[in-house]
């Protein structure tokens, strides 16, 4: 158990819809990092959070939006959805943002836009 | 963040030891090489990382040349719960706004 809690496991909702993903770090942890992974796809980096500051971003679609809260928990909200936003999406939380400080993932939101 | 190389696929015995090789040429001083694996549609897990010298904890070995432009990573005693996707990933040290890349890593397959 790597400590970082996401929710729903699982999603199926219609296109264009819009749904919410959260996301619960690691206790201590000020880090949060969102990936998405396709269908045989590799781990696709979306954005990163920093006690509460957005601190990177990669190729996140405009649709997609996150928070990290106060409280450091964490949402990526996804709207508009497309058949091609099927996937599953990771949260990680790390004590810091900095290079000598390993990521924990979560065990995914697994999306499916129908 | 220096891009790394991994062969795609590999094989192990069970009981043996598995050696993941990685190549991380344009390595700069600052950047770390961080090792993680992701068994089918689970979240990825944090194996080990280091900076220039070898580290060992209960999961693995990792051994990173002197040179720093390649690495390997040991299980010592592969099992099957070992089958899995190994990424090599070079993290830089310091600074707040960095992006953590994974590429496509290695499909250690190991066999009874």
């Known amino acids: 158990d790597s400590g970082v809690t996401q929710t729903p496991k699982h999603l199926i909702t219609a296109t264009g819809q819009r749904v919410t993903l959260r996301c619960s770090p690691r206790?201590?942890?000020?880090?949060v990092y969102w990936y998405q992974q396709s269908l045989d796809q590799g781990l696709q980096f979306l954005i990163h959070y920093y006690n509460g500051e957005e601190r990177a971003k990669g190729n996140i679609l405009e649709r997609f939006s996150a928070q990290q809260f106060p409280d450091l928990h964490s949402e990526l909200n996804l709207s508009s959805l497309e058949l091609g936003d099927s996937a599953l999406y990771f949260c990680a939380s790390s004590v810091v943002g900095l290079g000598n400080s390993p990521l924990h993932f979560g065990n995914g939101t697994r999306l499916t836009v129908t | 963040d220096a891009k790394t190389t991994q062969p795609p696929s590999m094989d192990c015995a069970e009981g043996r030891a598995a050696n993941l090789p990685c190549n991380h040429s344009?390595?700069?001083?600052?950047?770390?090489v961080y090792w993680y694996r992701q068994i089918h549609s689970q979240g990825p897990q944090y194996i080990i990382h280091g900076l220039k010298n070898n580290e060992t904890n209960e999961m693995a070995s990792l051994i990173i040349t002197e040179d720093r432009k390649s690495s390997t990573l040991i299980l010592p005693h592969a099992t099957l719960r070992d089958t899995a996707v190994y990424y090599c990933i070079v993290v830089r040290s310091g600074g707040s706004n960095y992006k953590l890349t994974f590429g496509k890593g290695t499909l250690l397959t190991v066999n009874p």
């Open positions: 344009t390595i700069s001083g600052n950047e770390y």
């Open positions: 206790s201590g942890d000020l880090s």
